[in-house]
T-cell receptor, first 113, second 113 residues
């Protein structure tokens, strides 16, 4: 079974720009969560989608948004990028509605200059 | 802020020494999960503990869930260089009627050969 895939793997953007990251979960997994990982803050939960509905949201500004499609693929968007948005963005999928074990993708390394 | 505390933040050992990381929650957890992230990699699910006082072993790794289901530990016997990485615990927390997985900040393990 193929693992979680994320595209692109690396991205360099300029302050003020926007970015869209993509995640394809493991086949059959309906829940997709997004995390931001930085050296100082660790793994911070952004949001979770289940069956195209956002089920939970972390404490991030409205510049961070996401969506999930009917095939469970998910995208997250960050608008008006700031230097502090530089991080590894990880997508994780799991099987069901409860917090089952998360299967992480390789991440997208975003650098904002 | 972080609701799952993990200590120590860093641990350096000589190969062959034992290693333990501890995870504490302010509230009772329905389950606790452990993940390992190798340098440059993404978190990989190791195990989930559900029952009070549960102990599970995976080769040289021993995982424990406290009787009150508020704390957990991961113990590695006779560390090897392949054990290098950051170990995270994670527990589900309810927010707004739905659960999200909250990660500790992790313990970074380095092993001197």
């Amino acid at each position: 079974k193929a693992g979680v895939t994320q595209t692109p793997r690396y991205l360099i953007k300029t302050r003020g720009q926007q970015v869209t990251l993509s995640c394809s979960p493991i086949s059959g997994h309906r829940s997709v969560s997004w995390y931001q990982q930085t050296p100082g803050q660790g793994l911070q939960f952004l949001f979770e989608y289940f069956s195209e509905t956002q089920r939970n949201k972390g404490n991030f500004p409205g510049r961070f948004s996401g969506r999930q499609f009917s095939n469970s693929r998910s995208e997250m968007n960050v608008s008006t990028l700031e230097l502090g948005d530089s991080a590894l963005y990880l997508c994780a999928s799991s099987m069901g509605q409860r917090t089952y074990e998360q299967y992480f993708g390789p991440g997208t390394r975003l650098t904002v200059t | 802020g972080q609701q799952v505390m993990q200590i120590p933040q860093y641990q350096h050992v000589q190969e062959g020494e034992d290693f333990t990381t501890y995870c504490n929650s302010s509230t009772t957890l329905s389950n606790i999960q452990w993940y390992k992230q190798r340098p440059g990699g993404h978190p990989v699910f190791l195990i989930q503990l559900v029952k009070s006082g549960e102990v599970k072993k995976q080769k040289r790794l021993t995982f424990q869930f406290g009787e009150a289901k508020k704390n957990s530990s991961l113990h590695i016997t006779a560390t090897q260089t392949t054990d290098v990485g950051t170990y995270f615990c994670a527990g589900p927390k309810t927010q707004g009627g739905s659960e999200k997985l909250v990660f500790g900040k992790g313990t970074k393990l380095t092993v001197n050969p």
